[in-house]
């Protein structure tokens, strides 16, 4: 079952969805003021952008690299065939933290509802933990994005790399006989450049970047 990320839900949206969405956005102001953090105006026309992610376990390949990161300072070694993300101790530990003050390396990236929910185009420090909000979390995309290009940096990993690209996707399919640096992680990197333009789309738009 696929992940997508959307960001400009209100852009071209249908009645009913565009209605649903500004209710969404009414939650979300409603958490950042009790925050006392400032809050934004969803844009209605201008680009928009949406796209799959590599499922729900894509996404925790990924967290399993900034988990090792901000524990060990390194990269893990790639995932076996056999192995599962969500089975890695990095982790399993990194999930069970709870975001506090000051927040962590990759707290935006990892503690965040894999399925739903938002990350909007202000910058804040710990992710914020609401029960009224779509996936009981909402993130930064501002930060999100700081995050993903030190994930990127220590993967090797060139940012303006397509993720749709022939070169992506030839690793994925597994055409590299010897891969090296970023090649050797390959889910992790599309699922990486892939969030990336995501978190840079709201960033730049200051539209709400969203799982669904």
Request: charge should be negative; proline fraction near 7%.
């Amino acid at each position: 079952m696929g992940l997508d990320v959307m960001v400009g839900a209100l852009v071209g949206a249908e009645d009913d969805v565009a209605e649903w969405f500004r209710a969404e956005c009414v939650t979300i102001r409603a958490v950042l003021e009790r925050e006392g953090l400032p809050t934004w105006q969803e844009p209605e026309a201008g680009p928009r952008f949406s796209d799959r992610v590599w499922g729900y376990s894509g996404l925790h390949t990924l967290r399993r690299v900034a988990a090792h990161l901000a524990a060990k300072g390194q990269l893990p070694e790639p995932l076996a065939e056999d192995e599962r993300a969500t089975d890695d101790r990095e982790l399993e530990e990194a999930y069970y933290d709870i975001p506090d003050d000051p927040a962590g390396p990759f707290d935006h990236l990892i503690h965040h509802s894999d399925c739903e929910g938002y990350y909007v185009p202000v910058d804040f420090g710990p992710v914020l933990i609401d029960e009224e909000l779509s996936g009981g979390m909402l993130g930064s995309s501002v930060r999100l994005l700081a995050e993903l290009k030190v994930v990127a940096a220590a993967l090797g990993l060139p940012e303006e790399l397509d993720p749709h690209s022939d070169e992506v996707t030839a690793v994925l399919d597994g055409e590299d006989p010897a891969p090296e640096g970023w090649r050797r992680y390959g889910t992790e990197s599309f699922i990486c450049l892939l969030l990336m333009r995501a978190a840079r789309h709201s960033v730049e738009t200051g539209a709400v970047m969203a799982f669904c």
